[in-house]
């Protein structure tokens, strides 16, 4: 027996099993039980979101002997024939193939003839939108006035096309695209069913490539499944099979592009190629990581609406402090555009190269997004300028051995420190003077959170204060300490020990700590 794609073999046979579609199988199933069917309907929606599948259930359910509930019984003679094809009541017509007036006039024909079993004779018109004006107009007066047995479902994946005329006659109903935790649920459900082996983040990708469209995601799985029979299909092979990119790919060249790396951004396109990974899926899948960098951003609920793990989710949050939501619209829009030119030119690899040197290159483009992006950069270079004059002027030194306790002038009678240093160790003085070159030594993420914050001390600690909790969440780690440590011991010879704070709300820094920065500044003089 001939292999039997997935799509077709897990076709529903009833409303029960369609998915993503609540609204319409509740709306048809009560028309059903309720012997309220019309005689015109018109299925729109995307690709491979259900609308033919729906229209065979709805012939099968009208003409069934036993329904239940609205839904077909799957066993009379009806419906045994609906479903292999038999059935004279049931008439699909390609309207790709079939789109002339003559081929409507012997639809007009055929149905002043009553169904030879079952209560109606049903006309499943698919890509209705492709009839041409004549046959509409042909098709009108049918519609107008259909004998009391005839059903015309029309499906259509662009509503706009089909004559007001025809619409205004038909109930409309409008497929959505099926949400990818749907597609995930049921390809899960047909993996077991299978006795296919999957890795869980492999499905999550096809339900989320899929783009809506169920039935794509069945051919994907089977198309992956076929590469890898017989061993477990993971992430890994889907990205191979589909010719993708890892998420952590995008990472690593979303950081490029924030430094301005011209010749890595290159070089790691090069990689992507030699790998043959597909160009046109690349740009897709990079929008779309731009996309969720966005929501991460500016939405509180950001993170129930990105599909990712959580170690990426991590690097995604470490981004979102790195770039400003200007600077990734403009991203999206380049991407954008090259997702549209991309598909109309030979010279793909070219496209691609131009617009990644535009998304490092604001120059290159005259928009306000792009001027607003090279004036941040031009402030980032002049305040590092400031900060490396700053660290190599000239301080009075204190020798090692020195008594450590010190005074200082009284602060501007217009700060109110309620915090107030009576005595600065050597090490957090060191620390101090020379934070900014601190901060510079770090990597670059933890360089982008340290520029944000600002320092004081508690006794021989070094504190940093930040009024963001995100911020404050993500230097309190382990990891992040323990980096900034080794950079402070690289650079003063010593270990110190660093602790974060929030900066309570409607506090200012100045009303609730001391700047150490301001203080060594300050005239200082050594007690004996």
């Not at 799509?7 to 029960?16: E, H, L, Q, V």
């Not at 490539?209 to 051919?219: E, F, H, I, P």
């Not at 990734?328 to 598909?343: A, C, D, F, G, V």
Request: net charge negative; glycine share 4%.
């Amino acid at each position: 027996m001939s292999y039997t794609a997935l799509y077709r073999k897990w076709r529903p046979d009833t409303f029960r099993d369609v998915k993503g579609q609540e609204h319409i199988v509740k709306t048809l199933t009560n028309q059903i039980e309720t012997d309220r069917i019309g005689h015109a309907y018109l299925f729109c929606g995307t690709r491979g979101t259900g609308k033919t599948t729906v229209a065979k259930i709805l012939a099968k359910a009208v003409n069934c002997e036993h329904p239940s509930e609205g839904n077909p019984c799957g066993e009379c003679a009806v419906c045994r024939a609906i479903a292999n094809g038999s059935s004279l009541n049931v008439i699909e017509i390609d309207a790709a193939s079939n789109n002339g007036v003559d081929n409507i006039r012997q639809i007009r024909e055929e149905v002043s003839y009553r169904p030879t079993e079952g209560r109606y004779k049903v006309y499943i018109i698919d890509e209705v939108h492709m009839l041409s004006i004549g046959a509409f107009n042909a098709l009108l007066k049918t519609l107008e006035e259909p004998p009391e047995y005839v059903i015309f479902i029309l499906v259509t994946t662009e509503a706009h096309k089909i004559p007001v005329t025809i619409m205004s006659r038909c109930q409309r109903y409008d497929f959505k695209r099926i949400s990818a935790e749907v597609i995930t649920d049921r390809l899960r459900e047909l993996v077991t069913a299978e006795n296919i082996a999957v890795e869980d983040k492999a499905l999550r990708y096809i339900a989320r490539m899929a783009d809506g469209a169920l039935r794509d995601a069945l051919s994907m799985l089977d198309q992956c499944a076929a590469f890898y029979m017989g061993s477990e299909l993971k992430y890994e092979n889907v990205l191979e099979v589909l010719g993708a990119v890892d998420t952590e790919v995008f990472s690593r060249m979303l950081r490029i592009v924030i430094n301005g790396d011209v010749t890595a951004l290159i070089k790691e396109l090069d990689n992507l190629l030699l790998s043959g990974r597909d160009l046109s899926q690349f740009v897709s899948d990079f929008t779309w990581y731009m996309r969720n960098l966005l929501m991460l951003k500016t939405s509180p609920e950001a993170e129930e609406m990105i599909d990712m793990s959580g170690e990426n989710l991590k690097r995604l949050k470490e981004e979102a402090f790195m770039i400003d939501e200007d600077v990734i619209m403009r991203y999206i829009r380049i991407l954008s555009e090259l997702t549209q030119s991309i598909k109309f030119t030979g010279q793909k690899r070219v496209q691609v190269e131009v617009a990644l040197i535009k998304l490092t290159k604001p120059q290159m483009e005259p928009d306000m997004a792009s001027v607003n992006e090279r004036l941040r950069r031009l402030e980032e270079l002049v305040k590092e300028k400031e900060d490396l004059i700053a660290l190599n002027a000239v301080r009075p030194e204190v020798p090692v051995g020195a008594v450590t306790q010190m005074t200082v002038s009284a602060p501007p009678a217009s700060k109110s420190i309620r915090q107030p240093i009576k005595a600065l160790t050597e090490d957090l003085r060191l620390v101090a003077e020379n934070w900014r070159g601190i901060i510079g030594q770090s990597e670059n993420v933890y360089e982008n959170f340290l520029k944000s914050v600002r320092i004081t001390v508690e006794g021989e600690k070094l504190v940093l204060v930040t009024e963001s909790k995100f911020v404050h969440d993500f230097l309190s780690t382990d990891k992040a300490l323990d980096a900034l440590k080794g950079v402070i011991e690289n650079t003063i010879g010593k270990t110190v020990e660093v602790d974060v704070r929030l900066l309570e709300s409607g506090t200012s820094f100045e009303d609730a700590f001391t700047d150490v920065e301001e203080y060594v500044k300050m005239n200082i003089s050594i007690e004996d």
